[in-house]
């Protein structure tokens, strides 16, 4: 290691904060992959927006 390089201590809640990040983006990665449209989050408006010019 540096000597200039720091020593952190792992906490609680660091690994609760990496599980949520971590179900974050399964459930974004799920979501991405569903070809029908779920509860108000709406493919088609928002990942696919028409041109309206």
Avoid: C
Wanted: aromatic share 10%; hydrophobic share 35%.
């Amino acid at each position: 290691m540096h000597q200039n390089s720091k020593e952190y201590k792992i906490t609680k809640e660091f690994y609760e904060l990496r599980n949520m990040i971590e179900v974050a983006l399964l459930i974004v990665r799920a979501s991405i992959k569903r070809k029908e449209n779920r509860g108000t989050f709406v493919k088609d408006v928002i990942l696919y927006p028409t041109n309206s010019n």
